[in-house]
């Protein structure tokens, strides 16, 4: 499930009001923004120079041409997104509906009400500044440390053509990753896919560069092949939805649409 909010006014009082003068910041664009995780690190607030965002509030940002997304601090959130030199301007932002505990539900809410706001962007010292049309920083992120594996993800959709895919942000391999450690095991056949949508592939590879694949369909997640074999249940399909999440900014409304429906009949 998903939502579009076109100004994310649900504004935390701690985390409202005055932005923070962008004097001491370069107003250089730097290297870019583009193709790179950035981790929120502080959110202008209110009488302080900046609220730090605690270490286990995992908040990002990725840009990838025209799209944008990532860790809200709760929910995966995605949007449209237009950067041309140093100006930067977010369209509707959307996100998924899970209900987190404190403080991450008050930063994602203030952080992301902030990003229709943002007009331009700067990079001092390897730290990306979000800033107003007044100039006033209005958050500061710092680039993620690189992870130690790559996780791509393709949809598969199509035959005789190239199924969309995309690469997980280093925070959402992590929970890629427990929420099927999560999972049960079992012993059995997996669902095999046919025509139309039939899984979502899973490989990841890390750092000395061997791979390791599965598929998550129906329910399971397996290894590629035919056969029983030992895999993962998972009866609500959650790790399905989760990649779904993941992928909403680099899939049609028709491919999200194939996959809705097929969840929605299980």
Known sequence: MSRRR????????????SAIPVSSLAQSPGPGIDGIEWRLSQLAG?????????????????????????????????????????????????STL???GEPAMSIESAWLG????VSAWSITDGRLALSDPNGSVMATFTQASPPSSTTTVSLGLYSGRPDPSWTLTAA?????????????????????GGLGYHGFSIDAADAGGADRMLVAYRG????????????????????????LDTG??????????????????S
């Not at 902030?114 to 706001?117: E, G, K, N, R």
């Open 6 to 17: 076109s100004s994310l006014g649900l504004l935390v009082a701690s985390l409202l009001l």
């Open 46 to 94: 209110s009488g302080v120079p900046f609220i730090d965002v605690p270490a286990d509030v995992a908040a990002s940002m990725r840009i990838d041409g025209a799209k944008a997304g990532g860790a809200g601090g709760c929910n995966q959130w995605f949007a449209d997104v237009v950067v041309d030199g140093a100006t930067v301007q977010f369209g509707d932002i959307g």
């Open 114 to 117: 902030y990003l229709p706001q």
């Open 220 to 243: 399971a997640i397996a290894t590629p092949g035919l056969g029983s074999r030992r895999y993962r249940q998972d009866a609500a399909r959650t790790v399905e939805r989760y990649l």
């Open 172 to 192: 959402q391999s992590v929970e890629l990753g427990r929420l099927i450690d999560s999972l049960p095991s079992a012993v059995g056949e997996p669902p095999q």
């Open 248 to 265: 909403r900014p680099y899939l049609s409304a028709g491919e999200i649409d194939a996959v809705e429906t097929d969840l929605s009949t």
């Open 98 to 100: 899970m209900a987190c």
